[in-house]
């Protein structure tokens, strides 16, 4: 089950283009209070490269990437770690991969007091514990790719327009 809709703060914010085959940065948001718990990050995409080229970081004030999540076509798994201290973390690898190669894709990243979690194509995918604390430091997130995305948003759950 998906979680509630919530507004996009950022919708399609600066979704940058990209030469053919180069990782780039596709979209980028900050937010001072913290994006987790409760913020939700939506893309969506079309896999037409066979590399392993599209990754979302989600990173601390200090630059830290506390949650790296990399879906991997030439393996059919999704890995996720941490960048902490100037080293990697322990790799953990889902074997969910709904993604297929030359199809559209969606994936969401959510957070809750405890986990990440990732979803592709409405399947559960993985669900990352929380390495880095606290939570209010995961102040920006990033997504690379080497192809232009068809969408990014990042929306706060449960917030209310008037």
């Known amino acids: 089950p998906r979680p509630c809709p919530a507004q996009p703060l950022y919708p399609q914010a600066a979704l940058l283009p990209t030469e053919a ?33 599209f990754e979302i970081n989600f990173l601390s004030e200090t630059g830290d990437i506390v949650f790296h ?8 798994t999704m890995v996720a770690n941490t960048f902490q201290g100037g080293r990697w973390g322990q790799e953990e690898v889902s074997s969910v991969f709904p993604l297929v190669l ?5 994936m969401e990243v959510s ?5 990440f979690h990732v979803h592709a194509q409405e399947h559960k995918v993985l669900q990352f514990a929380h390495r ?15 192809h232009r995305l068809a969408q990014v948003e990042l929306a706060r759950k449960g917030l209310s327009w008037g």
């Open 132 to 146: 880095h604390r606290p939570l209010a430091a995961i102040t920006r997130v990033q997504v690379l790719s080497d």
């Open 69 to 76: 999540i990399k879906p991997r076509f030439s393996s059919a």
């Open 102 to 106: 030359g199809e559209p894709f969606e």
């Open 111 to 115: 957070s809750d007091a405890e986990h």
């Open 21 to 53: 085959g180069e990782m780039a940065l596709q979209f980028e948001a900050f937010h001072a209070g913290g994006l987790a718990p409760g913020w939700n990050l939506l893309v969506q995409g079309h896999s037409d490269s066979g590399e392993d080229q």
